[in-house]
């Protein structure tokens, strides 16, 4: 469980990150640029820690996945980022593929 909760802080931290680096204007804004490398650098160590337990592939399917949806929704709340039909239904693959992932691989630590 603590793993999940581990992958959990890790998506978290690196959809912080990366929704800052559309604030750092390319690393010219000092503070929205310390949020990314500190977003990284928690985001890179909670995933080392996931792959203790969790296989590297199904642990980087979820983070990615989760993070892009994360991402996207950020985007288009805080950014005013279109979202059309195209990126919604993928956006909703990904959301079934992780889900999938989690209620039914056996390569998962249920």
Do not use: C, R
């Amino acid at each position: 469980m603590k793993s999940w909760i581990f992958l959990g802080v890790a998506i978290v931290a690196e959809v912080i990150a990366t929704t800052g680096l559309k604030a750092s204007e390319g690393f010219t804004k000092l503070w929205p640029s310390l949020l990314v490398i500190a977003g990284y650098t928690i985001a890179f160590y909670f995933l080392s820690l996931t792959l203790k337990e969790i296989p590297v592939g199904v642990a980087y399917a979820i983070w990615a996945g989760m993070g892009v949806v994360l991402v996207a929704l950020i985007g288009w709340l805080i950014y005013g980022q279109a979202l059309d039909a195209a990126t919604v239904i993928g956006m909703a693959l990904i959301i079934t593929g992780v889900a999938v992932i989690n209620l039914f691989s056996k390569s998962v630590a249920h």
